[in-house]
Nanobody, 111 residues
Framework: QVQLVESGGGLVQPGGSLRLSCAASGSIFSINVMAWYRQAPGKQRELVAIITKHGNTNYADSVKGRFTISRDNAKNTVYLQMNSLKPEDTAVYYC?????WGQGTQVTVSS
């Protein structure tokens, strides 16, 4: 079971971009699925994007065309590139391999 640490969150204006990183304490090469989730205040945690070990991806409808998930197995890191950010993207973003969860990183989209 790996430990996951997210980073890269912050405050950004609407239309801006951020790249989140999720660093694993061990190899992610054999982990079938890595995922990003988010939880906004007062809402349930929701799946944002997943990437399989073969590089197949899937996204929530709300972020399709704006977010891109990727993984670098050599660096044991998963990324979430977020473009054209909207205020409704404001949330704590979590990385998970469906066994472990990171502590989350706050993303705030506001002018």
């Amino acid at each position: 079971q790996v430990q996951l640490v997210e980073s890269g969150g912050g405050l950004v204006q609407p239309g801006g971009s951020l790249r989140l990183s999720c660093a694993a304490s061990g190899s992610i090469f054999s982990i079938n699925v890595m995922a990003w989730y988010r939880q906004a205040p007062g809402k349930q945690r929701e799946l944002v994007a997943i990437i399989t070990k073969h590089g197949n991806t899937n996204y929530a409808d709300s972020v399709k065309g704006r977010f891109t998930i990727s993984r670098d197995n050599a660096k044991n890191t998963v990324y979430l590139q977020m473009n054209s950010l909207k205020p409704e993207d404001t949330a704590v973003y979590y990385c998970s391999d469906w066994n472990s969860w990171g502590q989350g990183t706050q993303v705030t989209v506001s002018s």
